[in-house]
């Protein structure tokens, strides 16, 4: 697919009108009999993002959201603030490197019920993050504060409280 094919944002708002409270895209055209206007445009996939089609091009909504707000399509991924792919509100929605948007996923919490902490067979506590060591810990508590803080200063505003 070339820069051509793509969607504009003037040819998105002759068939859409986008409400930033609710995060919707609105049909202002209807393109069938399941598609009328006044309808929240597009459908939710498997892995709860939202896909728009097109003139037979699907788009992830949150990427023609941003063209539709900005003019453009983002320089690199959207990441969503709160780790809601259908929320598709633009406060909820910032461009990331692959790297920021991993940082802000929801991780699996380890065993222990904490991200990045492991217990040892001694029974300390062992603190991981992205793939760095970060100290061995007498306790619990003491782990989780490490852990934390340790995130925050690693993931910066990516940062997300898995708690």
């Given at each position: 697919m070339s820069k051509e094919d793509l969607i504009?944002?003037?040819?998105l708002k002759e068939l859409f009108n986008y409400n930033p409270e609710t995060g919707e895209l609105i049909r202002l055209v209807s393109t069938?009999?399941?598609?009328?206007?006044?309808?929240?445009?597009?459908?939710?996939?498997?892995?709860?993002?939202?896909?728009?089609?097109?003139?037979?091009?699907?788009?992830?909504e949150h990427r023609i959201i941003w063209l539709y707000v900005y003019g453009k399509f983002p320089e690199n991924l959207i990441d969503h603030i709160d780790g809601n792919p259908c929320n598709n509100r633009i406060?909820?929605?910032?461009?990331?490197?692959?790297?920021?948007?991993?940082?802000?996923?929801?991780?699996?919490?380890?065993k222990s019920g904490y991200r990045g902490i492991t217990e040892?067979?001694?029974?300390?506590?062992?603190?991981?993050?992205?793939?760095?060591?970060?100290?061995?810990?007498?306790?619990?508590?003491?782990?989780?504060?490490?852990?934390?803080?340790?995130?925050k200063n690693i993931f910066g505003n990516f940062y997300r409280d898995l708690s």
């Open positions: 504009t944002q003037e040819q069938s009999s399941n598609n009328k206007i006044g309808s929240v445009a597009g459908t939710r996939r498997l892995d709860g993002y939202r896909v728009i089609r097109v003139n037979k091009i699907q788009y992830l406060a909820n929605l910032r461009d990331a490197t692959n790297t920021q948007n991993v940082r802000s996923r929801n991780i699996r919490k380890a040892m067979e001694n029974g300390k506590f062992r603190v991981r993050l992205v793939g760095k060591h970060v100290g061995i810990y007498e306790t619990l508590e003491e782990a989780i504060i490490v852990s934390e803080k340790s995130a």
